[in-house]
């Protein structure tokens, strides 16, 4: 696949991811982009690795956007606990 369609799954795989786990995000479009296409090539290594398959064939197999969707929501899960995000937790907020 080219890196044109490497953006449009990552694109997709990451506002997918989202909608799946909804909550505020900083970052936008690029980090959602950057998500889903770092996603994308950890769901096909651990599809290699795990199932012994090869998870990413081509821009409309299944199985490529399935392993860009799981990819995408491990590494936003990821995200959202390094930069402490998706728990309602407000940086600055003082309790009295």
Known sequence: MG?????VIGLLAGAIAKALMPGKDPGGIIITMLIGIAGGLLGGFLGKVIFG??????????????AAIVGSVILLALYRLITGRGRGHRRGHVHA
């Open 3 to 7: 890196i044109i369609a490497w953006i």
């Open 53 to 66: 398959v090869e998870s990413i064939d081509g821009f409309f197999d299944l199985s490529t956007w399935i």
